[in-house]
């Protein structure tokens, strides 16, 4: 039976990982998401888990203890932001590329410079190529609901690949709003009990770990861990099915918000998708055909879905919390426009940066992007394709 209860986002990621009750959890602190393993220290401290709580002096040091606890068959998890992520670079892609199935609890935020503590996502889209699976959260009910869901996805033996649950920010990560939290129970049986059959540092089949890949090997292994990655986005719709089974909460790929006939779409990722839901509500009171599409899983990128969600509209527009510096976009919009390319999509598209370094998103301002949207309509081109929104030129 649901609990309700009124938690940040960082809280109720803590709550999530008491639930899941993991082997191993290496931590090392760093604004905004210090509070998820403050909180489980507690837990620890408490004797509410089993987990082995292990302070570092480091994030390469949290992502490397991860790595050799995951490659030892134990269920290992940590959390950061920013640059803690950046200073984890080289572990990410051992992670993935040893196709091992941990999580990291990213809390996103701007990385440096100038020094900046709050949200945007150029630290998760900077490591978006790493070969880790990345989830999306636009509140503290999906960052709980995304984070129990988080090792049936990683552990299913199709995948094995490491997972990245994101958050924004302050924004939901120190947020409070109401949420229903499972029973202990209920998630510790959805997730269930990790016991590998075949790990790294399995003592009963020794095996050298990490050796160097002459050219005769390395592609082969690179064409097997993107076969898990193919293999991920069917298994995030199994495990949404049986979570939407026990919690009653319905996820996908992604979120198609009043796209039944819109003929006007915004593409975004994370908490602003909550602002422009009631841009999109106050245009539809005026009779006008406004959509949202949120992404949720960005990595595999669900591009053939993505195209068909935005088959039937004029105008799109793609916005970026993170600049690409390809003088023509972000990420998203990299992707998305790729997607509708590939489709043959007649839809006029534009990609939009926004929200850096925590700027603020408003309802005007989502209403103002579907207002040039129609102008674009009108005059039958997009114009500018790569714009900034908000921005002091």
């Given at each position: 039976?649901?609990?309700?209860?009124?938690?940040?986002?960082?809280?109720?990621?803590?709550?999530?990982?008491?639930?899941?009750?993991?082997?191993?959890?290496?931590?090392?602190?760093?604004?905004?998401?210090?509070?998820?393993?403050?909180?489980?220290?507690?837990?620890?401290?408490?004797?509410?888990?089993?987990?082995?709580?292990?302070?570092?002096?480091?994030?390469?040091?949290?992502?490397?203890?991860?790595?050799?606890?995951?490659?030892?068959?134990?269920?290992?998890?940590?959390?950061?932001?920013?640059?803690?992520?950046?200073?984890?670079?080289?572990?990410?892609?051992?992670?993935?590329?040893?196709?091992?199935?941990?999580?990291?609890?990213?809390?996103?935020?701007?990385?440096s410079g100038p020094i900046n503590i709050n949200c945007?996502?150029?630290?998760?889209?900077?490591?978006?190529?790493?070969?880790?699976?990345?989830?999306?959260?636009?509140?503290?009910?999906?960052?709980?609901?995304?984070?129990?869901?988080?090792?049936?996805?990683?552990?299913?033996?199709?995948?094995?690949?490491?997972?990245?649950?994101?958050?924004?920010?302050?924004?939901?990560?120190?947020?409070?709003?109401?949420?229903?939290?499972?029973?202990?129970?209920?998630?510790?049986?959805?997730?269930?009990?990790?016991?590998?059959?075949?790990?790294?540092?399995?003592?009963?089949?020794?095996?050298?770990?990490?050796?160097?890949?002459?050219?005769?090997?390395?592609?082969?292994?690179?064409?097997?861990?993107?076969?898990?990655?193919?293999?991920?986005?069917?298994?995030?719709?199994?495990?949404?099915?049986?979570?939407?089974?026990?919690?009653?909460?319905?996820?996908?790929?992604?979120?198609?918000?009043?796209?039944?006939?819109?003929?006007?779409?915004?593409?975004?990722?994370?908490?602003?998708?909550?602002?422009?839901?009631?841009?999109?509500?106050?245009?539809?009171?005026?009779?006008?055909?406004?959509?949202?599409?949120?992404?949720?899983?960005?990595?595999?990128?669900?591009?053939?879905?993505?195209?068909?969600?935005?088959?039937?509209?004029?105008?799109?527009?793609?916005?970026?919390?993170?600049?690409?510096?390809?003088?023509?976009?972000?990420?998203?919009?990299?992707?998305?426009?790729?997607?509708?390319?590939?489709?043959?999509?007649?839809?006029?598209?534009?990609?939009?940066?926004?929200?850096?370094?925590?700027?603020?998103?408003?309802?005007?301002?989502?209403?103002?992007?579907?207002?040039?949207?129609?102008?674009?309509?009108?005059?039958?081109?997009?114009?500018?394709?790569?714009?900034?929104?908000?921005?002091?030129?």
């Amino acid at each position: 039976m649901a609990k309700r209860d009124r938690l940040s986002g960082n809280e109720a990621v803590a709550i999530a990982l008491r639930q899941i009750n993991p082997d191993v959890f290496p931590a090392f602190p760093i604004t905004p998401s210090t509070e998820i393993p403050q909180y489980f220290a507690s837990f620890a401290a408490n004797g509410e888990v089993d987990t082995e709580f292990i302070p570092v002096e480091s994030e390469h040091s949290s992502m490397s203890a991860a790595i050799g606890a995951s490659a030892a068959g134990a269920r290992a998890l940590t959390v950061t932001s920013s640059c803690g992520l950046a200073y984890m670079w080289e572990e990410l892609y051992i992670a993935a590329s040893n196709r091992l199935p941990l999580a990291l609890a990213l809390v996103n935020r701007a990385l440096s410079g100038p020094i900046n503590i709050n949200c945007d996502h150029s630290d998760s889209m900077g490591a978006r190529d790493s070969g880790w699976i990345q989830m999306y959260a636009e509140n503290n009910q999906e960052a709980y609901d995304n984070m129990v869901q988080a090792f049936r996805i990683s552990e299913h033996k199709d995948v094995r690949l490491p997972i990245m649950i994101c958050q924004d920010g302050f924004i939901t990560s120190h947020a409070v709003e109401n949420i229903e939290l499972l029973e202990d129970e209920e998630v510790k049986g959805f997730v269930g009990e990790y016991e590998p059959e075949n790990y790294l540092l399995n003592p009963e089949c020794p095996m050298a770990v990490g050796p160097y890949s002459v050219t005769d090997y390395y592609m082969e292994a690179k064409r097997n861990q993107a076969e898990g990655m193919r293999n991920a986005e069917r298994v995030v719709l199994e495990t949404a099915e049986e979570f939407a089974k026990l919690s009653g909460r319905k996820y996908g790929l992604f979120e198609a918000y009043r796209m039944e006939d819109a003929d006007r779409a915004v593409v975004m990722i994370g908490s602003a998708a909550g602002t422009t839901k009631d841009a999109v509500d106050k245009l539809r009171e005026k009779g006008e055909k406004a959509g949202l599409l949120k992404i949720r899983l960005f990595r595999p990128f669900p591009a053939d879905a993505i195209a068909d969600a935005l088959k039937n509209v004029k105008a799109v527009a793609i916005m970026d919390r993170a600049e690409g510096y390809t003088n023509h976009g972000g990420p998203l919009g990299a992707d998305v426009m790729s997607a509708l390319f590939r489709a043959r999509s007649k839809a006029l598209a534009v990609n939009m940066i926004y929200g850096l370094g925590g700027r603020d998103v408003r309802v005007e301002d989502m209403e103002q992007v579907f207002v040039d949207l129609q102008a674009m309509i009108d005059a039958g081109d997009a114009g500018e394709t790569y714009r900034y929104m908000g921005i002091r030129e």
